[in-house]
């Protein structure tokens, strides 16, 4: 029997593996990291469970890829963050062996219609809104949590659509990947220390509609540039091929193509017009309803909204399911949150902002005095737009992690002083609070991944909220102090 090759004993790994040895495969789990390494992750146990299940079907491979592996496996299942350019993927590919992602297998599992939401910002906060307003006909998942994979092998029989958060990643390694709607929110520079530039960032987000035809729709931010551009290249069949061993984009009729927009009519989808929602139709709009939805505020959230609204249209949900959904909405986990506010300073916790729009967004939605925290791992970006809006915005600039010299630099060209590198999170938040001397905010908007110090976003925001607990209950001590003694 053919070997699948899956690559990472993480939970993209975990979830592929269960799949495939549930289809009947025999599959080949390999891991660079050491026997040792492995046993101690959290999934292993599982890794374990179905080996016993499935005794004789499940191999190991710990310490490194080795390439003889490619001559017992008709294809590979890489884990997202796994880049097409290691030897090991591009021998792969050079033999002829298949290279798919979890996003795949899921897409092929599934038994609904998917709406897929990808782009650099706002993909997480779109998909939840979605999952408000489609309430229990609808499920969530893909990049914005559990495994896709895992989600849809059974599904409850009230859930008529799925949707999914797609990230570059995951675009990578699709083939036949389909989605009824798919929708890209923006392109800004990001995860370039993945890609080789820009254009190949571009470019894996385009794997989105490759195979979209007639039956589809793709849903643009007609306000970001990059997604008007690939807009034009949807409708006019002219996506770009990606790296050899992947099917090319498919010709033929294209998906019918909706934008919205916070800022100017459509020819047909969703805009804002000043405070009314308006679905246009061939030019033609009609009155949805005004917007007020206090938590989404700022002009990123909105359109996270639109974005929302348009696909519920779409999908025939009704006028108030799609504003019941809109009022329900919470802030997502670490994407300016509050964490709390001790001695007359708010603190607002919004790791998930890990590239530059995104950063400037949250620190431009801020008024009064601003002590921002911003660094973490170099993804290789330009760090020019984030200087000049940091400067723009005259709040005092604490820096950390690998990125803190590039970013320095960049405001120092600039002439910008109001900065110091703290270089950790802890000594930026002490440093940021006796700055504001009892009066303003501290954002943490890293513009950054968080990598170089931390496991993941999630992580680092969980270390700034515990951070600020432990500032909350040093207030709270001094002042049963000063109580007593008065």
Known sequence: MVKTLVLGTGRSGLAVTSYLLGQGREVVVSDRALPEEVERSAYWPAFVKLDNEHPGKLEWAFGGHPLELLERCSEVVISPGVSLHVPFLAEALKRGVTIKGEMELAYLACPRPLVAVTGTNGKSTTCSLLGNMLDRKGIVGGNIGVPLLDQVRDLESSVEWVVAEVSSFQLETVHEFKPRIGVLTNITPDHLDHHKDLEEYWTAKSRMFARMDQDCIAIFCQ?????????????????????????????????????????????????LLGKRVIRFQDGRGEELFTWDFPGLPGLAMISNGLAAITVALEVGLSGEEIQSGLRRFQPLHYRMELAGVVDGITYINDSKATNIDSALASVCSISGPLA??????????????LAQGLQDRDGRVFLIGEAARPIEEKLEELGFRNMERSQTMERALHDATAFLKGEGTVLLAPACSSFDQFNSAEH???????????????????????????
């Open 223 to 271: 306000d970001d540039e990059n997604c008007r551009r690939m807009a034009e290249v949807v409708k006019s069949r002219t996506l770009p091929r990606w790296v050899d061993g992947f099917p090319l984009p498919k010709k033929g009729a294209p998906p019918r193509v909706l934008t919205y927009s916070v800022n100017d009519p459509v020819e047909n989808g969703v805009a």
């Open 372 to 385: 921002v925290i911003v660094g973490g791992k170099d993804k290789g970006v330009d760090y020019t737009s």
């Open 460 to 486: 680092r925001g969980e270390i700034f909220n515990d951070l600020v607990a432990e500032l909350r209950s040093r207030e709270e001590r001094n002042l049963q102090t000063r109580s007593v003694k008065s």
